[in-house]
């Protein structure tokens, strides 16, 4: 039976990619055949170690320590919050469609009288002052300013030809 990858690198199952290339070039360097004359117990347990990186490199999910229950039991709570926040949507939005049909009732029974003239005159007049706001921060700008002194500058020049 082949023994536990995590334990072979002298690692916790949730160790980061780092900490296990650490601890693989660590027992690597330690058990190479050439730095042990030769050694079979050295050639074996470099070959197990090798196995064993490999093995977790290729099954980065076993890291995690979670067993199967464990993850059933995490992916029934996801469900079962996911069924709790559908259900309340659908009550917002039961709530939202009665609320729109109260005030379509209200608006129906009670028209507000309305002068095409005098609202037009109002939308005209609110972008004429905000128009005019605008151009007077523009005029305040430092890029401005300095683009109407280049314009004088020019138009001084001109008129003294």
Wanted: overall charge negative; glycine content about 4%.
């Amino acid at each position: 039976m082949p023994r536990d990858p995590y334990r072979v690198l002298e690692v916790s199952p949730g160790a980061s990619a780092e900490e296990l290339h650490d601890a693989y070039r660590r027992l690597v360097k330690l058990h190479h055949p050439d730095r042990n004359g030769g050694s079979e117990e050295s050639a074996r347990r470099f070959a197990e170690v090798q196995e064993a990186y490999e093995a977790v490199r290729a099954n980065p999910r076993r890291a995690q320590s979670h067993t199967f229950s464990e993850a059933a039991d995490s992916v029934k709570e996801r469900m079962a919050k996911l069924e709790r926040e559908l259900r309340e949507a659908q009550v917002a939005r039961e709530r939202a469609r009665q609320a729109a049909r109260e005030a379509a009732a209200g608006a129906a029974e009670e028209p507000a009288p309305v002068t095409t003239e005098d609202s037009f005159g109002k939308i005209l007049g609110d972008i004429r002052d905000e128009l005019a706001d605008r151009l007077a921060e523009g005029r305040k700008h430092p890029a401005a300013q300095r683009v109407s002194e280049l314009i004088d500058d020019v138009v001084d020049r001109l008129e003294r030809r």
